[in-house]
C-alpha cells in the first residue's frame, strides 16, 4: 500500500517560503509526476515527502499515519536521485545488497533479491563491478534496483533521466514505465520536461512558484487546462497567446491556440502571417509566423514545404479556441 | 598541447630544486654523519664531513643513559592515541559541520583555529594546575588528552574540508535506504572519505610525535616521549653533540620512515578534492 496525502503543506527556508500550502491526495499505485519550471518547488516538494526536509507546517500522511516528524529511514520510501548518488566504494551488488542490509534481513535473503533485481534490469554481468565502470544508463539502472529491491510503499523519482542523452531518456523513460506496470506501487517523478510527464503520468501536478496550478491526468491537463500557466506550459510546441483587440473579439482577456490547432492556406484565412522560420522534422514541419498580432508558433504537416519570407493564412479551429480572464484562469 | 619548455629552463629549474632539496635536508643529513663520529671529531674545527673513523658507541651510550624503548614506546602510544582519540570526536563533529551547517558554524571553525594562533605558553600555568590537580602530571594518559585537545582543531578543519567535498546525495540516498545516523557515518561517510581520514590520520600522528612544548613541561622520567628524550641530551652539563645526534636520529627515524612510506597518501589526501 501507499498512499500519500499532504495537509496544507508549507515549507520555508527562513524569511524565504518555497512551498505557501500545498494539499495533495495521491492514490495507492498511482504514478505521478511533479512538474513545472525550475526553482517552483516541485524537488522540495519531493523531499518533504521523503522526509530529506522537514515541513515548517503542516502533514505529510502514509497510508494514513502521519510521518511528518519521521526520519527518511523510517518512512519506508525508496528514491533515485539525479545524480544517481550509488556509492562509489561499493560493487554494484553491495550497492543494491545496502537497503537490505541496513533492514538487518538474513544474508541468503539478500542474495536472492539481488539476483532476482539484477536479472530485471540487466544488470547480472555487471554484479561485481564499481559504478564509475558503468555507463550513464547502467548507473540509472543500478540506483533503481536499490530502490526496488526494498519493496518500498513507494517510489520518489527526482529527475532521474536529466543527466542521460536524448536517446537512452527515451528508453529509461520507458522501462521507468513499464517497471510501474509491473510493480504497480506508488511513483512520484520530478521533471521539469513536459513530455516526460504527459508520457508518463497517470496524474501530474503542475507547480509554480510553490503552488499547485493543476491536478490531473495528462490529457485532461492538454484539453482543459486550470489557467494560462498550465496552458502554456502543456503541450509542444507551447500554446500561443493573443490579447487585445483580437481577444476582445472573444469577449475576454487573452485566448490561447495551440499550434496543432490552425488551418494553413495560401490565400484565405482571419489571420495573415510571413514564415519566419520553418523548421522541418520530417513528420511535422513547426511554422514560426509573423502575424500582426506577435510570433505564432504552427504544426503544418511534414510534406509543407513553406520557406522563410512565405505569406499564408491562418484559420485558428473555433472550438478549440482557449479563453482566458485578466487574472489567467481559464473561462 | 602540451607547453613546451626550453632544455635550458628545464636544466635550470632541476639544478634549483635540487639545490633546495639538499638545503632543507642538510640539517638530518649533518645530523646522520655527526650521530656515527666521536665527541672529540663533532666539535672539531674545522669540522670534518664524513666521519674519519665511524663509530656505533655514541648509539649505545644513549641507550645506557636514557631507556630508548621506554620514550619511543611513549611516543607511540601517545601519538597514536591521541589521534584516535581525536578522530573519535573529529568525525561527528565535522560531519555535523559539513552536512547539517547552523548559522553558527563557520564562526565555531573559525574559533577552534584561533586557539592554534594563541602561544601555547599562554595557558601553560592553568593546565599545569589542572594536571596537578587531576594528577595528570607525568602520565601517559594526561599527555595523550592533552595532545588530542591542542590537535583536535586542525583535525576537524581537515575533516571538515573533505567532508564538504563529498556529494550529500549519496548520504542522502544511504537515509533513503534506511541507515540511521551512525551507518551512515559508517558505511558511507567513512569509507569515502578514507583518503582524507588517513592523510588526517598521519598528519596528526607526525604532529604529535613531534610536539615538545608539553611534553617536555608536564612530563619527566616517567611519561616523557622521544622529543623529552632528545632534550635530555641538549643539557648544559657539556657538549655532547655527538650523542645528541644520535638521540635525534633514533627520535625521528620512525617517523620519517612512515612519512616515507606513506607519502603518497599523505600528498592524495592533503590535495583530496582539488581536482574532480
Known sequence: MGSITLEHVNKSFGEVEIIPDISLDIRDGEFV???GPSGCGKSTLLRLIAGLEDTTSGHIRLDGQDVTDAPPAKRGLA?????????????????????????KMPQADIDRKVEYAARTLNLGSYLDRRPRALSGGQRQRVAIGRAIVREPKAFLFDEPLSNLDAALRV?????????????????????????????MADRIVVLNAGNVEQFGSPLELYKNPANRFVAGFIGSPKMNFVDGAEAAKHGVHSIGVRPEHFRIS???GPWKGTVNVAEQLGSDTFLHVQTDFGLMTVRADGDQTFKHGDTIYLTPDQTRIYRFDAAGKAI | MARRVPVQTRIGFTILAWAIALLLFSPILWTLVTAFKTEAEAIASPPTFLPQTWTLDNFGAVQDRSDYVKHATNSIIVSVGSTLLGLLIAIPAAWSMAFAPSKRTKDILMWMLSTKMMPAVGVLIPIYLIFRDLRLLDTVHGLTLIMTLINLPIIIWMLYTYFKEIPVDILEAARMDGAELWNEIRHVL???AVPGIASTLLLNVILAWNEAFWT????????GTL?????????PQGLFLAKLSAASLLAIAPIL???????????RGLTFGAVK
Do not use: C
Open chain 1, 33 to 35: 509526476v511533479f512538474v
Open chain 2, 257 to 267: 620512515l612512515l612519512g616515507w612510506f606513506s607519502q603518497k597518501q599523505l600528498v
Open chain 2, 190 to 192: 567513512v569509507p569515502m
Open chain 1, 171 to 199: 528508453n529509461m523513460r520507458l522501462e521507468i514505465t513499464e517497471l510501474h506496470q509491473q510493480l504497480k506501487t506508488t511513483m512520484i517523478y520530478v521533471t521539469h520536461d513536459q513530455v516526460e510527464a504527459m508520457t
Open chain 1, 266 to 268: 495560401t490565400s484565405e
Open chain 2, 216 to 223: 617536555i613541561t608536564l612530563t619527566s622520567g616517567r611519561a
Open chain 2, 227 to 235: 622529543t623529552a628524550f632528545i632534550s635530555s641530551f641538549s643539557s
Open chain 1, 79 to 103: 528514491m533515485v536521485f539525479q545524480s544517481y548518488a550509488l556509492y562509489p566504494h561499493m560493487s554494484v551488488r553491495d550497492n543494491i545488497a545496502f537497503p537490505l542490509k541496513m533492514a
